[in-house]
């Protein structure tokens, strides 16, 4: 699917709220409500726009603790593979997990409430894992930067 400019602002305006109205949306990209709603509805349907979520604050929950982790596995084939990811799929802790190329084939960002709670799910589960080589951990002193809007809209959109 092809996006115009206006595609464009509405994604851009939606990253930045997505709880702004059809018609504060409209009024935005220059449109009426009728004719942006339905452009909104089409990148619904074509995927383009893949939900709309709640950011929380997690330290205000108490889940104070970040953590990167790299994994080398013993194996790299399609089944060792799709084992581990499936694993990983299950564990709420882990907010994000990449197959990637390097040294190590996974990257996870982690987070999680204490040390100990991190110690538990390391030797309860990271490390009971088949097929599990190496495990690097590396905790994070401070967020520095943390961008949940996309590149590449913005510079298009307005």
Known sequence: MKLDHIDHKILQYLQENARITNAELAEKVGLSPTPCLR???RLETEKIIQGYHTEVNRE?????VTVIILVKLEREDDNTLREFEAAIKKRTEVM?????TGKFDYFLRVVIP???AYEAFLSET????????????????RE???????????SNAR
């Open 39 to 41: 452009r909104l509805r």
């Open 60 to 64: 205000s929950l108490g889940i104070n």
């Open 96 to 100: 994000e997990c990449y197959l990637v």
């Open 114 to 116: 204490s040390l100990a």
């Open 126 to 141: 990271m490390l009971r894992m088949p097929n599990i080589a190496t495990v690097e951990s590396s905790f994070t002193l």
């Open 144 to 154: 520095v930067e943390r961008k949940t809007v996309l590149p590449y809209i913005s």
